[in-house]
């Protein structure tokens, strides 16, 4: 059974910075792809970005790319997302998951099968 953890998150103002670190255990593959979306009240859940462990390939949403910065701890499963110069719109809920297939990697939610429990970040302008 595939968990995956998601830790950080929390407040900050507008032009500031926070981290989100999310942890995939019980993943039998050698590597896969993990990626992060957000959910703001009322507004559907958008991917922000993903990267297939073990490589240089990362995705971001046009509307985090050069604010947002994910790398990865391939040895450990683990993914960081470090969140810049942070807007009051990217207030939401946000959502580490793992690709359904040890191959590939995108920003379409329906490519994920496995999914945190959600963290919370808020930023206030």
């Known amino acids: 059974q595939v968990q995956v953890v998601e830790s950080g998150g929390g407040s900050a103002q507008a032009g500031g910075s926070l981290s989100l670190s999310c942890e995939a255990s019980?993943?039998?593959?050698?590597?896969?792809?993990m990626g992060w979306f957000r959910q703001a009240p009322g507004k559907e859940r958008e991917g922000v970005s993903s990267?297939?462990?073990?490589?240089?390939?990362?995705y971001y949403a046009a509307s985090v790319r050069g604010r947002f910065t994910i790398s990865q701890d391939n040895a450990k499963n683990t993914v960081h997302l470090r969140l810049n110069n942070l807007k009051p719109e990217d207030t939401a809920m946000y959502y580490c998951?793992?690709?359904?297939?040890?191959?590939?990697?995108?920003?379409?939610?329906?490519?994920?099968?496995?999914w945190g429990q959600g963290i919370q970040v808020t930023v206030s302008s």
């Open positions: 998951a793992v690709f359904r297939r040890p191959y590939g990697c995108s920003l379409d939610e329906t490519d994920f099968g496995y």
């Open positions: 019980g993943y039998t593959h050698d590597s896969v792809c």
């Open positions: 990267t297939y462990l073990g490589t240089i390939n990362k």
